[in-house]
């Protein structure tokens, strides 16, 4: 394999002895790749400001010989997202939307709906200002589905029944699905209550086009409800904790 080009979204950068530095990149064609950066803490020039968390990149790398890493031997910074650099809120949405993806994928297991779906969030946030928790909502939600992840929220996953008065719902990371209070009258451990409001909109979703994602509302109770449903999610299926999560407001 010779010198490859790529479009690449930075998911982290590490320092790597006394010059290097150790990038995590997604790409539309190769998915999550982990290269190494020869010189980038010492050599002012060529990689000078482009390995930044979150950035885009058209970047030209190719396989290390005594490595299993790839090198990085170009970086052509495309976009460094200033917008979400000079905010608290959006920096950290942003950063939570890549360690998801960080978490979420396999190295070299290339999704470039993935890809899209990650860059047109970022771009999403600048332009959202308000709206940060309705983006992280929207983005977790179209990634579990592109991954296959997708929870089942069309109803009790034993009764099938959705909304039946004076019944509560509950979310099983366990089970990937609703229970009611009917079906199990005590709530198991790791689950959470989930209102119909936030199971409906989250279900919107999960068939919204990114387009129309200013139709989607998102009260604050929904938001609340939401986000402690999906960082439990993420907590259960990956064993391991997601740190963004705790910078949130
Ligand atoms: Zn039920």
Redesign the pocket.
């Known amino acids: 394999m010779s010198l490859q080009q790529s479009l690449a979204i930075v998911l982290q950068v590490r320092d790597h002895g006394d010059s290097d530095k150790i990038v995590t990149v997604y790409t539309p064609e190769h998915g999550k790749i982990v290269l190494i950066a020869k010189g980038a803490k010492r050599s002012k020039k060529r990689f000078v400001n482009k390995l930044e968390l979150f950035s885009l990149l058209s970047m030209q790398f190719s396989p290390s010989r005594h490595s299993s890493l790839m090198r990085l031997d170009q970086a052509d910074l495309l976009n460094p997202f200033p917008g979400l650099r000079e905010n608290y809120e959006l920096y950290i949405a942003a950063s939570l939307l890549c360690e998801l993806v960080l978490h979420w994928t396999r190295e070299q297991d290339s999704d470039e709906e993935l890809f899209r779906l990650l860059a047109w969030a970022l771009e999403g946030l600048v332009m959202e200002g308000g709206g940060v928790n309705r983006t992280i909502i929207f983005f977790h939600v179209k990634m579990l589905d592109i991954l296959g992840y997708r929870p089942d929220l069309a109803g009790?996953l034993?009764?099938r029944?959705l909304g039946a008065p004076g019944v509560l719902y509950r979310f099983s990371p366990l089970r990937n699905g609703l229970?009611?209070s009917?079906?199990e009258p005590q709530a198991t451990a790791n689950t959470q209550p989930l209102s119909i409001q936030t199971i409906q909109l989250l279900r919107r979703a999960q068939d919204m086009e990114q387009g129309k994602l200013e139709r989607l509302q998102f009260p604050l109770a929904a938001t609340q409800e939401a986000i402690a449903l999906l960082k439990r999610y993420d907590n259960h299926l990956l064993q391991r904790e997601v740190q963004s999560w705790n910078f949130l407001r």
């Open positions: 009790c034993d009764c029944v229970v009611c009917r079906c």
